[in-house]
């Protein structure tokens, strides 16, 4: 499955003392982390009705390791949604996994490389 089959966007932090945690950004420049339809729910559901959201922070892009969901951190490699690839954020700190676990919920274990979710 592609990973722009599941409505990706890129997210930035919203600065201290806003009403909401994140906004989504157009581009990977300055992305902080991304946020996808679960892959799972969303092959269960047959669509993005009723499938939850996943989001990945990465660390080295600035988010601290305070900042939901946790602990997982990655980074961010490519040009776009298209050849994406989450690797583990080994910039200190816990969460450097390269694979995507929600520990919650529907348990989604898996990748992205190059675009592809796996």
């Known amino acids: 499955m592609r990973l722009t089959e599941l409505e990706p966007h890129f997210l930035i932090l919203a600065p201290p003392g806003s009403d909401y945690s994140y906004r989504e950004i157009e581009g990977i420049a300055e992305a902080q982390g991304i946020m996808f339809a679960c892959p799972k729910c969303f092959v269960e559901n047959g669509g993005l009705v009723n499938t939850h959201q996943v989001i990945c922070w990465s660390r080295s892009r600035g988010v601290p390791d305070d900042v939901d969901p ?11 949604y298209g050849d994406l690839t989450l690797n583990g954020d080994q910039s200190g700190g816990p969460g ?17 490389t190059n675009g592809e979710v796996t």
């Open 70 to 80: 946790k602990p997982g951190r990655w980074t961010l490699e490519g040009t776009g």
């Open 96 to 112: 450097g996994a390269r694979s995507i676990l929600l520990t919650g919920g529907c348990g989604w274990h898996g990748f992205i």
